[in-house]
């Protein structure tokens, strides 16, 4: 056993209202300067849509992504042209076009521009030509709240089978926020497409970084990383990426995106893992397994043999109780209500997501039915398809997500009837 500490984050999508602060506070933090005007460490994404870069889950030959080849994950390399143009550049990578070319008001005739039918009047000014554009084309966050309707909607890979709920037919849509960081994987695909070596996964906690000194501005991470969360730089030459505010966490401060929440979403904290499992959970076959097989590599922070092996390992005292009081070890291992995005990418992604309930589609009309017991069943007409949320966070595997709604679904009923009486009292009062 090879015990390693790791900090991770769960993101509890139901108490997510979309409000982008923590995409704001990270961006005034750490990509404020130039060249760094597209990039979003932490951006809030309205699902169903294709998110930020544009389509950044089409993992498919041009967007490169990994792919599993006699046991081992390597880069999609494409046929034997492709290959001898790889020596020369990346040709996966993608373009300004999948992000945002970033915008800014003129303020300098925002109040003095001539007067016109509509207004205002004054145009966007591009932050990177310092041209007038007509109109923005895309934003990080453009399908804000089905602003998009059905082009966007069914441009999200996730929605395959489920056409009936794309928004053409608008009594059937729903919607749903999904906030993203760098995923601090345990297996980080963008370390190893790296070939300079400049990215590097610290021993200490996990956090995957990027060393400014040695990146040469290859790119080759842009497009080795499957969640597509690291970008380039256009002024420096090099890639930067969060970096999970490690000189506050390193104070004992959280990171600025879970200090400023508004809804209290993001839960912090330390997992002890074996770095001996790794290699084999990355390369389980079928990818429905993966989430096991990542679940196989944590370690029970409470075990006496895995307590001394971490302190054999050198991992000091007050990490070991941070492990045994994490939320994360709660609610990923122990309760198993967080599960992680896109598995089936094989880096063992360390921000995991608590799905979201969302409301019944259909009245539940047979008295009967209507006790503590009748809402459980009730879990499979939510609005929010529960294969829509299988294809994000557990490779398409319905029954993961099915226990997981249960289990939060059976609590809210617990709370209600704490809090405010069972659903026997209805109508009593
Ligand atoms: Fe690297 Fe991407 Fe994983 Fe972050 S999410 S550690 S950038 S592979
Ligand atoms: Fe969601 Fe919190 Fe970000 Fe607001 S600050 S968008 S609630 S994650």
Known sequence: MRVKAQVAMVMHLDKCIGCHTCSVTCKSTWTNRPGTEYMWFNNVETRPGVGYPQEWENQDYYKGGWELKNGK???????????????????????MDDYYEPWTYDYEHLIDSPKSENLPVARPKSMITGNYM????????????????????????????????IAMEYEKTFMMYLPRICEHCLNPSCVASCPSGALYKRDEDGIVLVD????????????????NKVYYNWNTHKAEKCNFCYP??????????????????????????????????????????????????????????VIKAAKEAGINEEWIKGAQESPIYKMAMKWKIALPLHPEYRTLPMVWYVPPLSPIMNHITNEEELNTDGYIPAV????????????????????????VLLKLTAMRVHMRSVNVGGIDELGKS
């Open 380 to 403: 499979d007409q939510m609005r929010i398809p529960i294969s829509y949320l299988a294809s994000l966070l557990s490779a398409g595997d319905t029954s993961v997500i099915r226990k």
């Open 212 to 227: 400014q000194e040695e990146c040469r501005g290859w790119r080759f991470c842009m497009n080795g990383c499957p969640y």
């Open 134 to 165: 007509d109109k923005p084309e895309w934003g990080s966050n453009w399908d804000d709240d089905l602003a998009g309707g059905s082009e966007v909607v069914s441009r999200d890979p996730n929605v395959k089978g489920l056409q009936d709920h």
């Open 248 to 305: 506050r966490t390193e104070a004992g401060l959280p990171t600025i995106c879970s200090e400023t929440c508004v809804g209290r979403i993001r839960y912090i904290g330390v997992v002890l893992y074996d770095a001996d499992r790794v290699k084999a959970a990355a390369s389980v076959e079928d990818p429905q397994d993966l989430y096991e097989a990542q679940l196989n590599c944590f370690l029970d922070p409470f075990d006496d043999d």
């Open 73 to 95: 994950l390597r880069l999609r390399a494409g046929g034997p042209i492709t290959k001898l143009m790889n020596i020369f550049y990346n040709p996966n990578m993608g373009t």
